[in-house]
């Protein structure tokens, strides 16, 4: 079966680091995505890893694990704007998206 | 240069109609699909299109169709509308190819019925 597990919210302080973690079990593998989704808009792409390891685009990195089925999203030097819903997704042998339920993520002053 | 742009932005139906949803992909990529996405859940796959073909198809209902055209702008239609189909109806678009492998997404139509 195919499925992704990540925290339901999250809360952080503004300027720290938070670190957004998701598991998968999918059949066929082509690539775990992150996207970021404001209330009532459509999701942002952040970042695609298709290789074991750690890429790093300004405040934001990504690592993943295809061994573990495992990814996390960290998220450096938090701004209000930060807040959102973060969305884990794999893509599976056929290139389509499955995708977990999101990560509401909370800033605090 | 554009992004996915979609129509309508809103839409309200009563239950048995049937509705469509237009896309238009960024100008250039030639696959296409269609997602369901629920309050509070991440979104559900419906269909994909490549080059006018179906690709994919997710678990709905026949209710549901699509088409891609010679463009490859889209539409999906949805009959028989139930009230569970009030959901966003976000499109995406993407570039075939190595290298590319992420979709853009539109702003979405907010589909409510009543």
């Known amino acids: 079966g195919q499925n992704i597990d990540q925290p339901t919210e999250m809360t952080a302080t503004e300027g720290a680091i938070v670190q957004i973690n998701c598991t998968y079990q999918t059949s066929g593998f082509n690539g775990l995505f992150w996207y970021q989704q404001h209330a009532g808009e459509a999701p942002t792409f952040l970042s695609y890893?298709?290789l074991d390891g750690l890429e790093e685009k300004g405040r934001f990195s990504s690592f993943l694990s295809r061994s573990k089925g495992y990814s996390y999203l960290l998220l450096k030097e938090l701004q209000m704007k930060d807040s959102a819903s973060y969305l884990c997704?794999?893509?599976?042998?056929?290139?389509?998206?499955?995708w977990g339920a999101g990560t509401k993520l909370i800033i605090k002053p | 240069d554009a992004g996915v742009t979609q129509s309508p932005t809103h839409l309200i139906k009563t239950r048995g109609q049937h509705v469509t949803l237009r896309c238009s992909p960024i100008?250039?990529?030639?696959?296409v699909s269609w997602y369901q996405q629920v309050l509070g859940q991440g979104p559900q796959f419906i269909f994909q299109?490549?080059?006018?073909?179906?690709?994919g198809r997710g678990n709905f209902p026949d209710r549901f169709s699509a088409r891609q055209f010679p463009n490859y702008s889209s539409e999906l239609n949805v009959n028989a509308l139930l009230l569970g189909d009030s959901a966003l109806y976000l499109c995406?678009?993407?570039?075939?190819?190595?290298?590319?492998?992420?979709?853009?997404f539109g702003p979405g139509t907010r589909l409510l019925v009543l």
């Open positions: 997704a794999t893509m599976d042998s056929n290139y389509q998206l499955i």
């Open positions: 890893n298709v």
């Open positions: 995406a678009s993407r570039l075939e190819g190595a290298g590319h492998m992420a979709q853009y």
């Open positions: 100008s250039g990529h030639k696959s």
């Open positions: 299109y490549y080059e006018k073909e179906e690709r």
